[in-house]
C-alpha cells in the first residue's frame, strides 16, 4: 500500500472511533506521509497527539516500507491518552509527554502542530538546523508565533482540490474542501527549496480553480 492509500484507508478508520470530531485531515495525514518519504524524516514531535490518527498513520507507514521512525509526541487530555493506546496498532513505539518542556535533548526532523501548548516559544530549542515545521488546518496565531521565531523560513499554506468525504467526522459537508495545512521550513537545503516553491506554485493553481469554480 503506497502513502497516498495508506492516509485515505487510515482517516476512514479513524473516523469511526469516539471522539473523531478534531482528527487531522485525510490531506494532513497524505503531506505529513509524503514529507517524511521526500525527506527521510527520521525522527517526529507531534505536539497534540489526540486520538492518534497521525501517529498511527506514520507508524504503519514506516513498518511497511521497513523504516524505522521514532515517534515522539505531547497530549495530557485523559480521553486521548486512553485512546491512544486503543487507537494506535504500535502504541508501545509512541513516547509520550504532558508538554513540550518535558521533553530534555531531544531535536526532531519534523515537528507536527495539531494542539495547543503554552510553551510553543521555547519550540528553536527542538529543532535541528533543517527541521521541517507542519501546521495541521490553518491554526493562525501558531503559524504567525513559528514564523516570528524563524523569520528566515519558507513558508506555505498548502491546499487541495479534494472535497470532504461523506464519513468526515461531525458529518462535513462534503461542498467544502479539505482542510490544508501550514509547511514551514525553518533553513531551507536546496531540495527543500524546489520543493517550497512547487507546493507555492501548486496552492496558487488550486485557489484559481477553486475561484474559478464558484463563478
Ligand atoms: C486537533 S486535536 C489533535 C488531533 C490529533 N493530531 C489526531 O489526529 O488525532 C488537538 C487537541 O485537542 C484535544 N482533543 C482532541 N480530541 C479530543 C476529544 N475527543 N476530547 C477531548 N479533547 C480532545 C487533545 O488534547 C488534542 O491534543
Known amino acids: 500500500m503506497n502513502y497516498k492509500e495508506l492516509s485515505v484507508q487510515n482517516y476512514k478508520r479513524f473516523c469511526e472511533f469516539e471522539g473523531s470530531d ?23 514531535l507531534e505536539l497534540g497527539l489526540g486520538i492518534g490518527s497521525i501517529s498511527d498513520s506514520v507508524l504503519k507507514y514506516s513498518k511497511n516500507e521497513n523504516k524505522k521512525i521514532e515517534y515522539f509526541g505531547t497530549e495530557q487530555n485523559d480521553f486521548c491518552l486512553n ?12 513516547k509520550i509527554y504532558s508538554d513540550l518542556n518535558k521533553i530534555e535533548n531531544l531535536k526532531f526532523d519534523l515537528i507536527i502542530i495539531d494542539g495547543y501548548d503554552k510553551n510553543l516559544n521555547s519550540i528553536k530549542n527542538y529543532c535541528k538546523k533543517q527541521t521541517i ?30 472535497k470532504n468525504k461523506p464519513y468526515a467526522h461531525g458529518g462535513s459537508n462534503t461542498n467544502h474542501y479539505i482542510g490544508g495545512g501550514q509547511l514551514i521550513f525553518i533553513e531551507p537545503s ?23 469554480k464558484i463563478k
Open 190 to 212: 536546496f531540495r527543500m527549496i524546489l520543493f517550497w516553491f512547487n507546493q507555492k506554485v501548486l496552492t496558487f493553481i488550486k485557489n484559481k480553480i477553486r475561484i474559478y
Open 133 to 162: 515545521i507542519f501546521i495541521e488546518g490553518a491554526r493562525k496565531n501558531q503559524t504567525e508565533a513559528i514564523l516570528k521565531i524563524f523569520p528566515k523560513s519558507r513558508y506555505v499554506n498548502i491546499i487541495t482540490l479534494k
Open 22 to 44: 478534531y482528527i487531522a485531515s485525510e490531506f494532513a495525514i497524505e503531506s505529513i506521509l509524503k514529507i517524511i518519504q521526500k525527506f527521510d524524516v527520521k525522527n517526529i
Open 83 to 94: 485512546s491512544l493506546k486503543k487507537n494506535v496498532a504500535y502504541y508501545e513505539k509512541l
